[in-house]
């Protein structure tokens, strides 16, 4: 069993659909993230939370929102996208952020396209 | 500047030969971490190695093995022997101290896409 698990894998959605990616991780991390990879493109890192807290927006459009609840649980929430959204999201977890050296542990990813 | 480059974009081999995919990384840092991932067309990417900067011993893990050389900023690595199942994206990545804000900002390399061909 992965120890951070995404769902759904796959989901097409209209540009006027409202959706959620959800993540959730199994490791007792404390931090967790976002990337996004789009095709020929290097990962991007979205968003960044520790404890609980977001501690990095990185210049990420308002249609994606995140949510985090508690440690384990990880949602990117999806409203009015574009067709260039489409890519693959990457959920990750790490023990914890401010300390360089912590690996980075990530799920099978979310494969989002955009009709 | 905090950089990593893998120069290999795409390489193609035939089973059961040996491949070494090359990473070079460049950091103002004296302690550092080094990170070798593995993607499979599933998407999944997949942790491998984690190296820090006063480690320099090779290691070997299987098929697997990591060449770590601070006189050239290389982190090399080499699949022996490799496998069909050995195709996959494979990533390069470095995190260190002058990286440290509020959170790990790991710097991931392009990535190399190996294909082993039966």
């Known amino acids: 069993e992965t120890g951070v698990t995404q769902t759904p894998r796959h989901l097409v959605m209209g540009m006027t659909n409202k959706k959620s990616l959800k993540c959730e991780q199994h490791?007792?991390?404390?931090?967790m993230y976002w990337y996004k990879q789009s095709a020929k493109k290097p990962l991007e890192l979205m968003f960044v939370y520790n404890f609980k807290e977001q501690t990095e927006n990185n210049s990420v459009p308002s249609r994606f929102s995140p949510e985090c609840p508690n440690s384990s649980h990880l949602f990117l929430h999806l409203h009015t996208l574009q067709p260039e959204d489409s890519a693959l999201y990457l959920c990750?977890?790490?023990?914890?952020?401010?300390?360089?050296?912590?690996?980075?542990?990530f799920g099978e990813g979310s494969w989002l396209t955009v009709v | 500047a905090q950089k990593v480059t893998q120069a290999q974009t795409e390489i193609s081999v035939v089973e059961k030969e040996d491949v070494t995919l090359d990473c070079v990384y460049e950091t103002r840092d004296t302690t550092y971490y080094l990170f070798w991932y593995k993607q499979p067309p599933s998407g999944e990417l997949v942790f491998l190695i984690r190296r820090n900067s006063f480690d320099e011993q090779n290691e070997i893990s299987g098929r697997y093995s990591w060449n770590f050389q601070k006189s050239t900023s290389s982190f090399n690595f080499t699949i022996t022997a490799s496998q069909v199942v050995d195709s996959a994206v494979y990533f390069c990545?470095?995190?260190?101290?002058?990286?440290?804000?509020?959170?790990?900002?790991?710097?991931f390399g392009p990535g190399t896409s190996l294909s082993v061909i039966p």
């Open positions: 990545a470095l995190s260190g101290s002058y990286l440290k804000t509020s959170y790990d900002k790991v710097i």
């Open positions: 990750a977890s790490s023990q914890e952020t401010g300390g360089y050296g912590n690996t980075i542990y």
């Open positions: 490791l007792g991390h404390n931090a």
